[in-house]
Structure formats: structure tokens, C-alpha cells
């Protein structure tokens, strides 16, 4: 008789030592924000510092991140004049590229468009640093779906140079 109670026993505590603990904390489930009222701020007071500056000739360095072909992730150099994108060069080998590759990112007031979308589409996660002195973008992380794999982009915008 007490041979079948210790083989309970030991099969008792042998599966328990075998199963996951129950008692694990709740999973956290990500809500988005009801308001986004500090990004949209900086938002607004850099587009607006931006255009103060009424810069229409420059040229700047891009590079995307993204889940996409990768010729369009190579860094590239782009030109805007009077407000219109005159060239856009691969940085290194200097060749043109296939400007519908940046089509949506050739210009600085194209980049504050794709955040300004990104708010109005209440992103997930929204992270933009602006340059302090002429206030465009140096720097656009967006993940629009935290469910969703393959939906981010980061961009960085760097060395922008005034032209004549």
C-alpha cells in the first residue's frame, strides 16, 4: 500500500518540478497614447523654425533604415534648389540613384510630412531629434504597429549644408 503512494509521490513532484511556474506576473499589453501633445509641440516649432529660415538651396546626407531594397538603404547625398531636389547621388560611389527610391524624402519639408503623418496616424512609437539652430529633422525612428514586424523605419539626416 505504501509503495503506490511514494510512486504518486515522486511522479507528483517529478511533473511539477517539469511544468512552467504559474504564478508569472501579468503581460504588460502596450496601449498608443491618447494624446501626443510634446511631439506634436516639437513639431510645430521646428517646421516653423525651418521655414523662418526660408532656406531654399542646400544639400544634405540621408540615410534610411527600413525593411526595403537595399539600394535605397545606402547612404545618399541629396540637392535642392529653390526648393526643388535637383540631383541625389549614392554618397560613396557618386552615381545617381533611382529617385523613386526618396521620392517621399527628397526635400526637408517632405521628412516633416512623414512625421506629420506619422502623428496624425498616432504611430506607436515616434522618436525625432531636430537640429537646435535651423529645425529640421536629424533624426525620424518610427515604428507605426508594435504588433506588426517590418513596419519601422529610421532615418538619419546629417551634415546639411546651405548652397548658393
Given at each position: 500500500?505504501r509503495l503506490?503512494?511514494?510512486?504518486?509521490?515522486?511522479?507528483?513532484?517529478?511533473?511539477?518540478?517539469?511544468?512552467?511556474?504559474i504564478?508569472?506576473?501579468?503581460?504588460?499589453?502596450?496601449?498608443?497614447?491618447?494624446?501626443?501633445?510634446?511631439?506634436?509641440?516639437?513639431?510645430k516649432?521646428?517646421?516653423?523654425?525651418?521655414?523662418?529660415?526660408?532656406?531654399?538651396?542646400?544639400?544634405?546626407?540621408?540615410?534610411?533604415?527600413c525593411f526595403c531594397?537595399?539600394?535605397?538603404?545606402?547612404?545618399?547625398?541629396?540637392?535642392?534648389?529653390?526648393?526643388?531636389?535637383?540631383?541625389?547621388?549614392?554618397?560613396?560611389?557618386k552615381?545617381?540613384?533611382d529617385?523613386?527610391?526618396?521620392?517621399?524624402?527628397n526635400?526637408?519639408?517632405?521628412?516633416?510630412?512623414?512625421?506629420?503623418?506619422?502623428?496624425i496616424?498616432?504611430?506607436?512609437?515616434?522618436?525625432?531629434?531636430y537640429?537646435?539652430t535651423?529645425?529640421?529633422?536629424?533624426?525620424?525612428?518610427?515604428?507605426?504597429?508594435?504588433?506588426?514586424?517590418?513596419?519601422?523605419?529610421?532615418?538619419?539626416?546629417s551634415?546639411?549644408?546651405?548652397?548658393?
Amino acid at each position: 500500500m505504501r509503495l503506490p503512494i511514494a510512486i504518486t509521490a515522486i511522479l507528483v513532484a517529478f511533473l511539477g518540478l517539469s511544468t512552467p511556474v504559474i504564478s508569472q506576473p501579468p503581460i504588460q499589453v502596450s496601449q498608443k497614447p491618447t494624446s501626443n501633445s510634446f511631439a506634436l509641440e516639437q513639431f510645430k516649432s521646428n517646421s516653423r523654425l525651418w521655414r523662418q529660415k526660408n532656406i531654399s538651396n542646400y544639400r544634405y546626407e540621408f540615410t534610411r533604415s527600413c525593411f526595403c531594397f537595399p539600394k535605397a538603404t545606402e547612404p545618399v547625398i541629396i540637392e535642392v534648389r529653390n526648393g526643388v531636389t535637383t540631383s541625389i547621388t549614392y554618397k560613396y560611389s557618386k552615381h545617381p540613384v533611382d529617385t523613386g527610391l526618396f521620392e517621399k524624402y527628397n526635400t526637408i519639408p517632405k521628412l516633416f510630412n512623414i512625421i506629420r503623418n506619422a502623428l496624425i496616424q498616432r504611430a506607436d512609437n515616434l522618436t525625432v531629434q531636430y537640429n537646435p539652430t535651423l529645425g529640421y529633422p536629424t533624426q525620424i525612428n518610427i515604428d507605426y504597429d508594435k504588433q506588426r514586424t517590418d513596419d519601422e523605419i529610421f532615418i538619419t539626416i546629417s551634415n546639411l549644408q546651405q548652397i548658393k
